[in-house]
T-cell receptor, first 119, second 113 residues
Framework: GAVVSQHPSRVICKSGTSVKIECRSLDFQATTMFWYRQFPKQSLMLMATSNEGSKATYEQGVEKDKFLINHASLTLSTLTVTSAHPEDSSFYIC???????????????FGPGTRLTVT | DAKTTQPPSMDCAEGRAANLPCNHSTISGNEYVYWYRQIHSQGPQYIIHGLKNNETNEMASLIITEDRKSSTLILPHATLRDTAVYYCIVRVQSNFGNEKLTFGTGTRLTIIP
């Protein structure tokens, strides 16, 4: 199946600093990528839809000025957490749709996630 | 997208078949049933999807009832590595790769040695 990578896998930063997370589709092109956040013992919550060449679409309640998304190419989307605070500590996961091996529908493939800890 | 209902947790003995149910009584005619799983501290992994026919691949089988209001994911011979949270999701078929997934709370499956 299609492969999505994320970098870094773990990051620790001080409160008030900014952190950039990269999401790459390794063997396919993705005009759309998705960013999720997951707090401990909770399900994945969609934060935003990242569109190549245009602005991201944010879910209700997600601050677009705090979580900056740049979809620079068909294989790369970045999420920057600006002025991070301890409450931003979470597991951030990206994903992208690729035409599935069954040839019947798109299947969404997920990156391995990035664990952000803000101290 | 239609909502789904899953039991919060299940146990299954190693080597046995694990049957995970999902209710999606408000599913629309153009919505597919997708199953993903998430092993601790990893990104979700695609398992299988279907529209109305039963499906099987190397990982699992998907049984969808005739009225499409419920489905069952079957792991035929569960191993310890199948311990994970399993998510049943329904969504419209994506023609352009831009349809988002909405995750519920899933079923935490524990395989017991």
């Amino acid at each position: 199946g299609a492969v999505v990578s994320q970098h870094p896998s773990r990051v620790i930063c001080k409160s008030g600093t900014s952190v950039k997370i990269e999401c790459r589709s390794l063997d396919f092109q993705a005009t759309t990528m998705f960013w999720y956040r997951q707090f401990p013992k909770q399900s994945l919550m969609l934060m935003a839809t990242s569109n190549e060449g245009s602005k991201a679409t944010y879910e209700q309640g997600v601050e677009k000025d705090k979580f900056l998304i740049n979809h620079a190419s068909l294989t790369l989307s970045t999420l920057t957490v600006t002025s991070a605070h301890p409450e931003d500590s979470s597991f951030y996961i990206c994903s992208a749709d690729a035409w599935g091996g069954t040839g019947t529908a798109y299947e969404q493939y997920f990156g391995p996630g990035t664990r952000l800890t803000v101290t | 997208d239609a909502k789904t209902t899953q039991p919060p947790s299940m146990d299954c003995a190693e080597g046995r078949a694990a049957n995970l149910p999902c209710n999606h009584s408000t599913i629309s005619g153009n919505e597919y049933v997708y199953w993903y799983r998430q092993i601790h501290s990893q990104g979700p992994q695609y398992i299988i999807h279907g529209l109305k026919n039963n499906e099987t691949n190397e990982m699992a089988s998907l049984i969808i009832t005739e009225d499409r209001k419920s489905s069952t994911l079957i792991l035929p011979h569960a191993t310890l590595r199948d311990t994970a949270v399993y998510y049943c999701i329904v969504r419209v078929q994506s023609n352009f790769g831009n349809e988002k997934l909405t995750f519920g709370t899933g079923t935490r499956l524990t395989i017991i040695p």
